[in-house]
Nanobody, 121 residues
Framework: QVQLVESGGGLVQAGDSLRLSCAASQGTFLYGMGWFRQAPGKEREFVAAITRAGTTYYADSVKGRFTISRDNNKITVDLQMNSLKPVDTAVYYC????????????????WGQGTQVTVSS
């Protein structure tokens, strides 16, 4: 079982930036990696994903503001979030998939515990 640990959440103001990081357990070989979020009272939604080769996918709501990246040697995946809005407030989850393409439509089967991001207006 892959262990994923997120960090970097916090409370920021609208327009600020925040960087989330996700570290996987050592020795892990990961294919697709992604970030999801769940706001209070809402279902969990896709935010961004990246293949092992670096192909990226984004939700329309974050395109142009968020950037996903990964380091296959360090086994980490980051989410740089700029121009944050109050609607971005949610618990953000890191996840991994056995698939390595079409990451907006594949299952993710390992999840981190989540990190809270709160954006005040």
């Amino acid at each position: 079982q892959v262990q994923l640990v997120e960090s970097g959440g916090g409370l920021v103001q609208a327009g600020d930036s925040l960087r989330l990081s996700c570290a996987a357990s050592q020795g892990t070989f990961l294919y697709g990696m992604g970030w999801f979020r769940q706001a209070p009272g809402k279902e969990r939604e896709f935010v961004a994903a990246i293949t092992r080769a670096g192909t990226t996918y984004y939700a329309d709501s974050v395109k142009g503001r968020f950037t996903i990246s990964r380091d296959n040697n360090k086994i980490t995946v980051d989410l740089q979030m700029n121009s944050l809005k109050p609607v971005d407030t949610a618990v953000y989850y890191c996840a991994s998939s056995k698939w390595n393409n079409n990451l907006r439509a594949v299952p993710f089967d390992n999840w981190g515990q989540g990190t809270q991001v709160t954006v005040s207006s």
